[in-house]
């Protein structure tokens, strides 16, 4: 907590900017591409994400705007969101402004619902999981795999079980890079990440 995930993440779709140094996408200096480009590139599902006043289907199609009820199901579905939804009364259900009509996690589903319907090339994912249960959190990972399969998936997490399988692990102590690697490399010689999987699983849950 306050290592600089967020910040990091943020550098991407240039909410800051670098003060030392370069972000770039596509071999591209972010600074230098057109913000519409750089953001038609993205997929932000924010650490809090906010939902506007309207309804399901409209907060989702703020992704894309001409996405089809079918698209929006399926993005839907995808998030983990379709049982709630249904159970709210469907896509023309009400949201709240803020979505204090929702818990957290509904919130954390519609957000991934919005950037899942774009196909962006570029998704930053800013611990959108952290208000899922350990179940579903687990079935929007593995729906969520075949989906992004051709993209940049970046994700913030504190969690261990939702990133243990990315090709690469970057881990973060106050502010600074101190271990970049798989699980595997990491637990057998990066004690920061070590202690932090072990203060979460079992050492044999960890291998």
Same mark, same amino acid.
């Given at each position: 907590?306050? +290592? ?5 993440? &943020? ?14 996408? =596509? ?12 953001? =038609? ?5 924010? !650490? ?19 996405? +089809? ?8 579905? %995808? ?5 709630? %939804? #249904? ?9 709240? #402004?803020?979505?204090?009509? %929702? &818990? ?23 611990? +959108? ?20 399969? #051709? ?6 997490? !504190? ?39 072990? &203060? ?8």
């Amino acid at each position: 907590t306050g +290592s600089g995930k967020s910040t990091l993440l &943020s550098l991407v779709p240039r909410l800051v900017d670098v003060t030392g140094g370069a972000v770039l996408v =596509g071999g591209v200096d972010v600074r230098e591409l057109a913000p519409e480009a750089l953001w =038609g590139a993205i997929g932000l599902v924010p !650490q809090k994400p906010y939902l506007f006043t309207g309804t399901v289907a409209s907060n989702v199609r703020y992704g894309k705007q001409d996405a +089809s009820d079918d698209e929006v199901w399926h993005a839907l579905e %995808v998030a983990q969101a379709t049982g709630f %939804v #249904q159970e709210m009364g469907g896509l023309d259900a009400e949201i709240a #402004q803020g979505g204090t009509n %929702v &818990s957290g996690g509904q919130r954390q589903r519609l957000a991934i619902a919005r950037a899942l319907i774009r196909r962006p090339e570029i998704y930053l994912f800013d611990d +959108s999981f952290s208000a899922l249960d350990f179940a579903t959190d687990a079935a929007l990972r593995r729906a969520l795999a075949p989906e992004v399969r #051709q993209s940049t998936v970046v994700i913030v997490a !504190q969690r261990v079980s939702t990133i243990r399988h990315a090709d690469r692990i970057v881990v973060l102590d106050q502010g600074a890079v101190v271990g970049n690697g798989t699980h595997a490399e990491l637990m057998a010689d990066n004690e920061t990440y070590r202690e932090i999987v072990l &203060s979460q699983v079992t050492e044999e849950e960890a291998e």
